[in-house]
């Protein structure tokens, strides 16, 4: 079993920031540097989930603004997203497909509005 929690998320105006963390917890923790396949997906209302980021990848909308980094001491992996836009509003998860399972978090929520 896998765990995933989100946390980080709230409200900001257009051009601020937030950062987003996702601890992993669970079979995940005890194999080194597993959990350096956890990615982040979004969700805004009405529209499909799309992937944002993961090790060395970002979707083109926001491949300039957010940043993905780990710390392994502490099993997280983090969003960085700066220069948020009104359009970046989504519910926010991360996510791992670990032996074969795929393993999602509750999510945290994000609304860029001014």
């Known amino acids: 079993q896998v765990q995933l929690v989100e946390t980080g998320g709230g409200l900001v105006q257009p051009g601020g920031s937030l950062r987003l963390s996702c601890a992993a917890s669970?079979?995940?923790?005890?194999?080194?540097?597993?959990?350096?396949?956890v990615d982040w997906y979004r969700q805004a209302p009405g529209k499909q989930r799309e992937f944002v980021a993961r090790r060395y990848e970002y979707a083109p909308s926001v491949c300039d603004r957010f940043t993905i980094s780990r710390d392994n001491g502490k099993n997280t992996v983090y969003l960085q997203m700066n220069t948020l836009k009104v359009e970046d509003t989504a519910r926010y998860y991360c996510?791992?497909?670990?032996?074969?399972?795929?393993?999602w978090g509750q999510g945290t929520g994000v609304t860029v509005a001014s």
């Open positions: 996510h791992i497909a670990w032996k074969g399972v795929h393993y």
């Open positions: 669970g079979s995940l923790s005890s194999t080194r540097g597993a959990f350096q396949a």
